[in-house]
Antibody
Framework: EVQLVESGGGLVQPGGSLRLSCAAS????????MNWVRQAPGKGLEWVSF????????FYAESVKGRFIVSRDNAWSSLSLQLTSLRDEDSAVYYC????????????WGQGTMVTVSS | QSALTQPASVSGSPGQSITISCTGS?????????VSWYQQQHPGKAPKFII????KRPSGVSYRFSGSKSGNTAFLTIYGLQAEDEADYYC??????????FGGGTKVTVL
């Protein structure tokens, strides 16, 4: 079955760190660019980060630049997002999403993992 | 970069057609055809990809969903509205160096 499964969410204090993972299966992970998208409680979708298939092109939203790091391991079909210097406003469900083409950036989604930043 | 502008809510009766607008700028919607739409049945549940490249439907998506664009505004039309179409809908555009930007979302209610 073609799927993405996120993990690693949880409760963390402001200023803390967390590492999210996304396990891909059912397709050749190394052929695809990947994205992270988040959704704060009661809010809309927000694109967070992009990494291309070879990890040599990476983009971040301004809201997370300098604090989040995206990486991938094609050998393990795994995508990661390292979250540091976390703020209250980073609380959200974090989704990983597969980009099929440059015009279909979020064609396959995981179920999401919840990050709560609170003291 | 501001989010794309969508109406907060749109409603219609079963069988009717509704249209959701998504207004951007010449830097995103108006500059390319990389417009996509997503349906989210429940907040916190994974969105579903329903339109790409302005008006193309992925395999398995109902023909009742149709996309279009005029200038800096994209549109999603749902024909023959059904109860199962009740959901939040998000547009997305390519914003160059900022990569992707979403609309604020539109809640569709089937009366």
């Amino acid at each position: 079955e073609v799927q993405l499964v996120e993990s690693g969410g949880g409760l963390v204090q402001p200023g803390g760190s967390l590492r999210l993972s996304c396990a891909a299966s059912g397709f050749t992970f190394s052929d695809y660019n990947m994205n992270w998208v988040r959704q704060a409680p009661g809010k809309g979708l927000e694109w967070v980060s992009f990494i291309n298939s070879r990890s040599d092109v990476i983009f971040y939203a301004e809201s997370v630049k300098g604090r989040f790091i995206v990486s991938r391991d094609n050998a393990w079909s795994s995508l990661s997002l390292q979250l540091t210097s976390l703020r209250d406003e980073d609380s959200a469900v974090y989704y990983c999403a597969r980009e099929d083409t440059s015009s279909s950036p979020f064609s396959l989604w995981g179920q999401g993992t919840m990050v709560t930043v609170s003291s | 970069q501001s989010a794309l502008t969508q109406p907060a809510s749109v409603s219609g009766s079963p069988g009717q057609s509704i249209t959701i607008s998504c207004t951007g700028s010449s830097s995103d919607i108006g500059s390319n055809n990389a417009v996509s739409w997503y349906q989210q049945q429940h907040p916190g549940k994974a969105p579903k990809f329903i339109i790409y490249e302005v008006n193309k439907r992925p395999s398995g998506v109902s023909y009742r969903f149709s996309g279009s664009k005029s200038g800096n505004t994209a549109f999603l039309t749902i024909y023959g509205l059904q109860a199962e179409d009740e959901a939040d809908y998000y547009c997305c555009g390519h914003a160059g160096p900022l990569h992707w930007v979403f609309g604020g979302g539109t809640k569709v209610t089937v009366l």
